[in-house]
């Protein structure tokens, strides 16, 4: 009987970890997508300002923007083929989706609208 009710317990036990590692995979592979969006996105802002100086405002209006061009249908194609942990630390997958934001027009047009003359052409070199 002792036998029995110990396997039950480890059966409820196994079943209860593996739900939680469920939930916690389904959180990191796009429940909670827009999170990472807004961690690369402040990333980028953080970059940004050191190469051009960014003001206080500045700093929201390119952070708007990186975060609206990244939630564009043709980025969440680029991010859903992507492991979430690519997006985080230093990795070969950010400085791709970081070349794509530099290189589209939509962000192109948005941060001349932001930036000062100065700063356009410290941003093209």
């Known amino acids: 009987m002792k ?3 110990f396997i039950c317990f480890a059966f409820i036990a196994i079943q209860l970890s593996a739900q939680d590692l469920n939930s916690m995979a389904g959180s990191a592979l796009g429940g909670d997508t827009s999170s990472l969006i807004d961690g690369f996105a402040a990333d980028q802002v ?3 300002t050191k190469k051009l100086n960014l003001s206080e405002a500045q700093q929201e ?3 708007g923007l990186v975060v609206s061009t990244l939630k564009s249908d043709k980025f969440k194609k680029l991010l859903g083929n992507l492991d979430p942990s690519a ?7 950010k400085a791709e989706v970081k070349d794509a934001l530099m290189k589209d027009e939509n962000f192109k047009k948005g941060m001349n609208d932001i930036l000062t ?3 356009k052409t410290k941003m093209k070199s």
């Open 87 to 93: 997006l985080m630390g230093s990795s070969d997958k």
């Open 117 to 119: 003359d100065e700063q």
């Open 46 to 48: 953080k970059s940004l």
């Open 61 to 63: 209006q390119v952070s």
């Open 3 to 5: 036998k029995l009710l």
